[in-house]
């Protein structure tokens, strides 16, 4: 294939609009050096300013020579260059998670957006491989992303549509652990593979297309997904054991760092179908709350962790509380937006229940503590309900329940409205 093949696949992708300064992750194989070449000489068609980060496994006799002819070759390409090296007790995965934490650190020192990796089809054959013979959950074997949030921009793979021997073969390094077999990605590169190219030559492309259909199976079923509460167990077990797995599989993806094994999995599911009241830790900080019908998986709080004191809110302004924006008067736009009539004779307060709480409903005083029986709302719920005063009377329950004083307010002469948007999840 000619450079320019490459430079088109790049511009037709659009992996670089939007990221004007972009780090090469820069190894010294052919592949890194490849997209170093490419990244280079069409440095002005893609409109970047492109830096090097290299690290210097010190696992090889080799490894200070090569960081060395590193170090030179970017000074004569003019493009600065950053060297880690690294510390510990090496592993496949140590080191991964010290590579990608020093890519961070260049990505910050360098204002950049992007962290680019030379990723290719072959490394997407052999990461499907692995995790097959691994046995991970279908969700896992899923191709690896072209594109992915990272740091503070994006981590971009613009070669993963291509075979190293696509690659021309230029100058670059040989890694000569590469052909020992002490790794599992080693045996299936140098072994696995070549014995399974012996009963179908298109192996390499069957494993890619598995590895699609399934990232496509995710993307679908998140989207179908979203229109379900899983948290809410009416719902959630209204669905056969089949779907109620699938569904439980996507909600926990949305914790990247839970990682629950098949065991870890099957207790939480049976918690959900089993158990009424329950209290649930999990792993990595991670707890399972279990409350009437309903559920809800976060972080373990600190017992001296308490909720924000309360909050003056006047009219015309906007104010952040407990991960809402709440907006006194001034128009918010989208489909999570509530809207509660005020007025906008007097400021409004932002605060949680206290003892003693009540609130009018249908022209009858109720307790906020005899409300929340009432509705079955989970103590998780009711400790972080907030609560909109005004005049010195509760106006709502926000997401709860609405008294008297907001819907009269609704045909009052100095009526406004409050709005509020969720930020966070």
């Known amino acids: 294939m000619r450079d320019r093949d490459f430079l088109n696949h790049f511009l037709e992708k659009g992996y670089f609009e939007g990221h ?111 995790r097959l013979i691994r046995g991970v959950r279908l969700q896992h074997l899923s191709a690896i992303k072209e594109r992915q949030i990272f740091a503070k921009g994006e981590l971009i793979r613009p070669l993963l549509s291509f075979y190293k021997k696509d690659f021309p073969e230029i100058e670059h390094f040989e890694d000569s652990t590469n052909k020992e077999n002490h790794y599992l990605r080693n045996r299936i590169r140098n072994l696995y593979l070549p014995q399974l190219e012996k009963e179908n030559v298109q192996v390499k492309k069957a494993i890619l297309e598995f590895g699609k259909e399934v990232s496509d199976y995710q993307i679908a079923l998140a989207e179908l997904s979203q229109a379900v509460d899983v948290e809410d167990l009416t719902q959630f077990l209204s669905f056969s054991e089949a779907t109620q797995g699938v569904l439980l599989q996507q909600y926990l993806s ?134 909109v005063e005004q005049f010195g009377k509760i106006c709502s329950i926000l997401g709860i329940e609405l008294s008297d004083l907001s819907i009269k307010m609704k045909n009052d002469i100095m009526n406004t409205v409050l709005y509020i948007e969720k930020i966070d999840r």
């Open 254 to 387: 949305r914790f990247a760092d839970l990682n629950v094994t098949r065991e870890q999995f099957q207790e939480i599911h049976h918690i959900l179908k089993t158990k009424s009241q329950y209290r649930h830790n999990i792993k990595n900080g991670y707890e399972l709350i279990k409350e009437y019908q309903h559920f809800q998986i976060g972080k373990i709080r600190p017992k001296s962790d308490e909720k924000s004191s309360e909050c003056v809110l006047n009219y015309q302004n906007q104010v952040y509380y407990e991960g809402f924006l709440f907006s006194f008067g001034i128009p918010l736009k989208g489909e999570n937006v509530q809207q509660i009539n005020v007025s906008r004779e007097t400021s409004l307060i932002l605060r949680h229940r206290q003892p003693g709480d009540y609130l009018i409903i249908n022209g009858h005083r109720k307790k906020v503590r005899r409300l929340f029986i009432d509705l079955k709302i989970p103590a998780e719920k009711r400790k972080n309900a907030i609560i």
């Open 20 to 130: 004007s300064r972009v780090v090469l992750a820069l190894s010294g194989g052919l592949d890194s050096m490849f997209l170093f070449q490419l990244l280079l000489t069409y440095q002005k068609e893609l409109d970047i300013e492109l830096f090097l980060a290299h690290v210097n496994h010190k696992q090889r006799p080799e490894s200070d020579k090569e960081e060395n002819e590193l170090r030179k070759l970017a000074e004569q390409a003019g493009v600065p260059i950053y060297v880690a090296c690294f510390t510990g007790d090496f592993s496949e995965v140590n080191a991964r998670q010290f590579r990608y934490e020093f890519f961070r650190e260049v990505m910050e020192k360098t204002s950049s957006t992007a962290l680019v990796t030379a990723h290719h089809a072959d490394d997407q054959v052999e990461t499907i491989f692995m």
